[in-house]
């Protein structure tokens, strides 16, 4: 299995991972939606809200807010704390403001320095003359398999593309560069030349146009081409890193209960592993 990195400016990343299968390349992007967890808010007392929205849109609205997630903390089931409100587990974000004003994210005062709204620009209400909002919002550590305000951000993936073309058949008549909505195609001399390989959408216009029918697209199902976009609670690396820490830790517990079901190293064991 390899990985190789073709683009990443901190919050946007690209990388193709090869020698692998599809169940594989799946289970990878279902760990980072599902299984990776970040902050987020997940209660909120209100004090006073004399503002236009009701208390649960506004702490809705709240648990929407991208937060950074360092290392450190517990998720709730981990930690020993009867309210689940310890610095072990949970982060207070307090807000007190009079209008008129447009209260945002920045407004959000943290007792952990490093757990911080993502932006200080996201809006949360606009408060009219005389109007005040004061609250405490409790933020936790959880999964997107519980709620998509937990989710690190999008990720997806696709087969690497493949175009083979047949040097007998083809004559470099260029109609299939005429065709090619991503100019993928380019004529070097009586050549044909593919560039950006991993650009191409299979749409097969370049097979369609190719008189000679030399020209095949098709895929490698061993190499995945991924695209991660964080919301900013955590570098995107980090987010593949804990997924495949994730994965493991996954494996390694199934590998267990199966030595378990069959009686650690007995012979049954044996033949299971094969």
């Known amino acids: 299995m390899e990985v190789q990195v073709l683009a990443h400016d901190g919050k946007n990343l690209k990388f193709v991972l090869s020698g692998t299968t599809p169940a594989f390349a799946n289970a990878v992007r279902r760990a980072v939606m599902l299984e990776v967890p970040t902050m987020a808010v997940d209660e909120v007392d209100f004090i006073v809200n004399d503002s236009i929205m009701n208390d649960e849109i506004l702490a809705h609205r709240l648990a929407l807010i991208p937060l950074r997630t360092p290392d450190g903390y ?19 974000l307090t807000l007190k403001k009079r209008g008129p004003a447009l209260i945002v994210s920045g407004d959000l005062e943290s007792s952990d320095e490093e757990v911080v709204p993502v932006s200080d620009s996201i809006p949360i209400v606009r408060l009219g003359e005389g109007q005040r909002l004061e609250l405490v919002a409790i933020a936790r550590l959880g999964r997107g398999k519980d709620h ?9 993936y696709k087969y690497m593309p493949t175009i083979d073309v047949d040097e007998k058949l083809c004559n470099a ?39 000679k029918g030399a020209i095949e697209v098709g895929y ?19 987010i593949i890193e ?26 049954v064991w044996s033949k299971a592993q094969r």
């Not at 089931?77 to 409100?85: A, G, L, P, S, V």
């Not at 998509?148 to 997806?156: D, E, L, M, N, T």
């Open 173 to 211: 008549c260029g109609k299939c560069v005429e065709a090619c909505p991503r100019s993928l195609l380019k004529l070097s001399g009586e050549h044909l030349v593919v560039e950006d390989l991993e650009r191409c959408n299979m749409c097969k216009n370049c097979v369609e146009a190719c008189p």
């Open 220 to 238: 490698d199902p061993t190499k995945f081409i991924f695209r991660v976009e964080s919301s900013g609670a955590m570098p995107p690396e980090k």
């Open 148 to 156: 998509a305000k937990w989710q690190p951000g999008v990720i997806s």
């Open 242 to 267: 804990k997924a495949a820490e994730i994965l493991e830790g996954k494996s390694k517990e199934f590998v267990g209960k199966l030595r378990n079901l069959y009686g650690g190293g007995s012979q």
């Open 74 to 92: 517990l998720l709730p089931e981990e930690c020993t704390c009867e309210d689940k409100r310890c610095p072990k587990c949970s982060v207070t």
